[in-house]
């Protein structure tokens, strides 16, 4: 069985009234869920489950035949991956309590109000998509495997944490739940999110909107579209991004930089599928899976105030984060490689030979703009390279310029012991920087005076003086 979730989700409907079934079935079908069965005879249910794949029941209890109560326990016992919720008249508390213990997923009391039977049913098939991706990411934690590999083949990696998030998105890909992809800029969310459309089966396309500088007018615009005479100049009804995104994916940059009411728009989406043109009174739903992309500390702009908590614990629900380049040194020499190739191809070139100190003046760079300024930093030696070896002299431009990040562990990154001086200047510091520090010290541990400070130091105070004068201010 592949890990991917491909299958629609598929609710059935057991009840020995066919006005019910028909009734709860039309519910069900108009908020959006369209693979719905129904049984009317209890003693089909077993064998029809042994035929079909099926995600939540909604389960009478009082049947001719065979009656819900005696169904559950088996149903629950043969298939436990299934959510039962059951249905039972009002004056059965006790029973409830019985099936609750029994295994089953929620009760609903008859006659079934529609709202309560369709929150029950959504939560229930929430917790059962969470469940195959538990069973999924279980099986893959004993491998290194991809079922996908051809929807990853454009990012070049070989680091671990990169093949992690590779591999729960080849579990989330197929659920239609949105994602989030946080990382730093340059780190490849948004080759990421084209990889999850790739994976997910839909038959829809992918648009991406960058929302950042967009104010509320234009974000609402851009992605619900407006009716006609909606503001001076709507002279036409038109469609947003998210129509052409139907039965795709939507694949929102920058949501970091969303003012408050985009966000209040963007929560609406995400809870319901649901919200209105501009000008329009009308809701309309929308099917489009949403993944979405940030490289700004959402949690750190909470307490700013900035970002709408409930929209944050909202976008929790699947996220991936790529971690900088600075922690998968490992990656360096294959992407080095790669837009080696890619843009002497592009130039027309003949793919130069890199000389073997690259590799290691590279693994000491921290890269602030990640794989997009290392590409770009390839691309002008190449654009610059006129035979031989590869010239250092791009490079050395940039690097030159840099203090270089502390050796370590050249998968993550970390310095190697977690040096206490890290904890001072928050990075490791120079000489000078250490110095400087102790005499800053020394002087407010002696109040001022340098012949104290320089005992503490253990230099002459005359020493000490032509240091401090020779300090930057
Ligand atoms: N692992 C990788 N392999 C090959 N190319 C990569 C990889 N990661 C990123 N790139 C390239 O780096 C550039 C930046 O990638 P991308 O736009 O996906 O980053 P981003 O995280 O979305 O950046 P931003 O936050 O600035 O929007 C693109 O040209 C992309 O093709």
Redesign the pocket.
Known sequence: MTAINKHSQRILLVDDEMVILESCRSCLNTAGWSDVLIESDSRLVLPLLEREEVDVIVLDLRMPNITGIELLPQIVREHPQIKVIVATASNEVETVVNCMKNGAFDYMVKPIDVKRLLTSVKKALEMRSLSNELSALKSYMFSDRLDHPEAFA????RNKA?RAVFQYLEVIAGTRQPVT?T???????????RAIHDMSGCSGDYVAL?VAGLDDNMFSDTLFGHRKGAFTGADQARDGLITRAAGGTLFL??IGDLNEMSQIKLLRLLQEQEYYPVGSDFVKKSDARIVM???RDLQEMIKQGKFRNDLYYRLCGHRVH?PPLRERRD?IPL?LD??LEKAAERLGKKKPTPPPELAVMLTLYPFPG???E??AMVSDAVLRHTSGVLSMETFRAVIGNERPAPQGDPATGKADGESPLCGIFGHFPTLDEVEQYMISEAMKMAKGNQGLAGKILGMGRQTLNKRLKSQPA
């Open positions: 454009g990012i070049v990696t990169m992809i990382g730093e800029t340059g780190t490849g969310k948004e080759l990421i999110a960058n940059d920058e992309a940030t490289n790529l990656d992407l790669h837009f990640n794989v997009r290392f590409e």
